[in-house]
C-alpha cells in the first residue's frame, strides 16, 4: 500500500469551453457546462486513441454577489447535505470569469441531474444566491476551484491522485504563472509523444510553501514515458 506523500485542498486552475446547459429553464438559474475532455487530443495517433467517455457532467453556477467565506460555507452545506440525503453530487467552490466578468461559483460533478434541485435549495438558503437563466453565448472561460487531493508518490517529483488513478501530478521546477503554464503545455503537446491527456496548473499549501504542480488527466498513460515528460516541463518551465 502506498503512503500518502502530501494530501490537503489544492487549488486548479484551467481554461475551459463552456456553454449555457440544457438545465438552466428547468432550474431557472443559468447552468453553464463543459466537456469532461476538454484538450485530450492526440498527434499522430499516439497512444492508440481510444473512445473517451464519460457518465458525469461538469456544471458551473454562478453566485450572484459576493459571498464572505464563500469557500468554507459551500463546503460545509454540501457535506451537510452528501450525508443528510445521501447524494452522489460533488460540489467545488471556486471562481469563474465568464465573457470578462469574474463570478464566485461552484463547480459541481454529478451523475444524477436529479439531485441538482436540493444542492441549489441548500445552498440558497444558506444565503449563496445564484444567477437566474439568461441566454448566454458559448465562451472560454477561466476556472479556478478548490478539491481535497491525497498525492502518492510514483517517483521523484511525480505524484497521483489516490482517489483517482488517471490523474497525474508534475511537480513544477519553480514557481509559474497561469499564462506561462498555458503556451508551455501547447508546446509540450506539440512536441511530445506522450499528449493525449488534459491539463490543468494546480498548487499546494503545505505550511509556509505553496508548491507548483503541472497536472495531467489521462487514460492512457504509459508511465515509461513519464520521465520525456519531466524533461518537457524542465526545459519548458
Given at each position: 500500500m502506498k503512503k500518502n506523500e502530501i494530501e490537503g485542498f489544492t487549488c486548479f486552475e484551467f481554461d475551459a469551453n463552456v456553454s449555457r446547459s440544457s438545465l438552466s429553464e428547468s432550474?431557472?438559474?443559468l447552468v453553464l457546462e463543459?466537456?469532461?475532455?476538454?484538450?485530450y487530443y492526440a498527434r499522430n495517433n499516439f497512444p492508440p486513441n481510444e473512445k473517451h467517455s464519460t457518465d458525469r457532467r461538469h456544471l458551473y453556477l454562478?453566485?450572484?454577489?459576493?459571498v464572505i467565506c464563500f469557500q468554507d460555507l459551500v463546503l460545509r452545506q454540501a457535506d451537510h447535505l452528501r450525508r443528510k440525503q445521501n447524494l452522489t453530487i460533488k460540489v467545488f467552490p471556486g471562481q469563474i470569469r465568464f465573457h470578462k466578468n469574474l463570478y464566485q461559483c461552484i463547480r459541481i460533478n454529478?451523475?444524477?441531474?436529479?439531485?441538482l434541485p436540493q444542492l441549489i435549495a441548500e445552498l440558497e438558503s444558506n444565503g449563496i444566491k445564484f444567477l437566474g437563466d439568461k441566454k448566454a453565448a458559448d465562451d472560454k472561460a477561466?476556472?479556478?476551484y478548490k478539491k481535497y487531493i491525497e498525492f502518492e508518490k510514483l517517483e521523484e517529483g511525480v505524484f497521483q491522485d489516490s482517489n483517482n488513478e488517471n490523474r497525474y501530478f508534475f511537480k513544477a521546477p519553480h514557481r509559474i504563472?497561469?499564462?506561462k503554464f498555458?503556451?508551455?503545455?501547447?508546446?509540450?503537446?506539440?512536441?511530445c509523444d506522450f499528449n493525449l491527456f488534459d491539463s490543468f496548473f494546480s498548487y499546494h499549501f503545505i505550511k509556509e510553501e505553496v508548491v507548483n504542480f503541472i497536472g495531467i488527466y489521462s487514460k492512457h498513460c504509459d508511465k515509461s514515458k513519464f520521465h520525456e515528460l519531466k524533461e518537457n516541463i524542465s526545459k519548458r518551465f
Amino acid at each position: 500500500m502506498k503512503k500518502n506523500e502530501i494530501e490537503g485542498f489544492t487549488c486548479f486552475e484551467f481554461d475551459a469551453n463552456v456553454s449555457r446547459s440544457s438545465l438552466s429553464e428547468s432550474h431557472g438559474r443559468l447552468v453553464l457546462e463543459s466537456s469532461s475532455s476538454p484538450d485530450y487530443y492526440a498527434r499522430n495517433n499516439f497512444p492508440p486513441n481510444e473512445k473517451h467517455s464519460t457518465d458525469r457532467r461538469h456544471l458551473y453556477l454562478l453566485v450572484k454577489a459576493h459571498v464572505i467565506c464563500f469557500q468554507d460555507l459551500v463546503l460545509r452545506q454540501a457535506d451537510h447535505l452528501r450525508r443528510k440525503q445521501n447524494l452522489t453530487i460533488k460540489v467545488f467552490p471556486g471562481q469563474i470569469r465568464f465573457h470578462k466578468n469574474l463570478y464566485q461559483c461552484i463547480r459541481i460533478n454529478m451523475k444524477d441531474v436529479k439531485e441538482l434541485p436540493q444542492l441549489i435549495a441548500e445552498l440558497e438558503s444558506n444565503g449563496i444566491k445564484f444567477l437566474g437563466d439568461k441566454k448566454a453565448a458559448d465562451d472560454k472561460a477561466h476556472v479556478v476551484y478548490k478539491k481535497y487531493i491525497e498525492f502518492e508518490k510514483l517517483e521523484e517529483g511525480v505524484f497521483q491522485d489516490s482517489n483517482n488513478e488517471n490523474r497525474y501530478f508534475f511537480k513544477a521546477p519553480h514557481r509559474i504563472e497561469f499564462d506561462k503554464f498555458t503556451k508551455g503545455m501547447e508546446q509540450i503537446k506539440l512536441s511530445c509523444d506522450f499528449n493525449l491527456f488534459d491539463s490543468f496548473f494546480s498548487y499546494h499549501f503545505i505550511k509556509e510553501e505553496v508548491v507548483n504542480f503541472i497536472g495531467i488527466y489521462s487514460k492512457h498513460c504509459d508511465k515509461s514515458k513519464f520521465h520525456e515528460l519531466k524533461e518537457n516541463i524542465s526545459k519548458r518551465f
